[in-house]
């Protein structure tokens, strides 16, 4: 059991690390912007400079925090990834550890939740709000699972038959999420993963639709695995 409790504790750490620092994204990009005066420059409606700062500030969140969570002995941020991942019967976790690890990342999302609202300047806290219901509940359940299986799709495919350079991977799986946030935002927001779903949104239905968004990824992941090999 001591492996497992390990590497609850590091996901916890990271977790909490995570939302901390990942709740802040939308700020950082909007004054970079700002900074370099590109918040009006678009092309056919599409405001270029925020995607590709926004993907850029993925990939260097992604590759510090795999490197974190590589010298933690493995913790994770993403209990989707935990769960597909079991499923398709890649990494070391058993039911016991998954048993132990979501709890720890869910407490170490919220009380990252919580540390950043706590620091958070009252000017920039309508900036960190999380997900929301945008639509109807069944089709903010279909949509988060169609969101959920496509990215964890993508990340599986670039792992297993992507790039063997590790910035190459971390690149392409920046730009996924980033287009598979931008086709959400319609619907539920970047929420692909329930660990966002915290603090405020612990207790409302949002947090079960998320839930739900994760078996349904896990029940096809295990099916992409078989026709990825």
């Not at 390990?6 to 900074?35: C, N, P, Q, R, Y």
């Not at 639709?209 to 896990?218: A, I, Q, W």
Request: hydrophobic share 55%; proline share 5%.
């Amino acid at each position: 059991m001591v492996n497992p409790i390990k590497a609850a504790i590091g996901d916890f750490v990271l977790t909490f690390t995570w939302m901390f620092i990942s709740s802040t994204l939308g700020l950082v990009t909007t004054e970079i912007m700002k900074a370099f005066d590109l918040q009006f420059v678009t092309y056919n409606g599409v405001n270029y400079p925020f995607i590709i700062i926004t993907t850029l500030l993925i990939f260097i969140i992604i590759f510090t925090f795999t490197a974190i969570g590589n010298a933690l002995g493995g913790a994770s941020f993403n209990p989707t990834g935990n769960a597909s991942f079991y499923a398709a019967g890649l990494g070391s976790d058993t039911l016991i550890s998954m048993a132990i690890r979501f709890p720890a990342q869910a407490l170490g999302a919220v009380a990252g939740a919580k540390a950043i609202k706590e620091v958070i300047p009252p000017k920039y806290s309508h900036m960190i709000g999380g997900p929301a219901l945008k639509v109807d509940l069944h089709t903010g359940a279909i949509a988060e699972g169609v969101l959920t299986f496509s990215i964890t799709f993508a990340v599986l495919f670039i792992l297993l038959r992507g790039p063997r350079s590790e910035f190459m991977k971390t690149l392409l799986m920046s730009m996924s999420t980033v287009a598979v946030i931008l086709i959400g935002s319609a619907y539920t927001g970047p929420s692909m993963n329930p660990i966002l779903v915290s603090d405020s949104f612990f207790h409302s239905p949002f947090f079960m639709l998320s839930l739900f968004s994760v078996c349904v990824s896990v029940n096809w992941f295990s099916y992409a695995y078989i026709i990825l090999l």
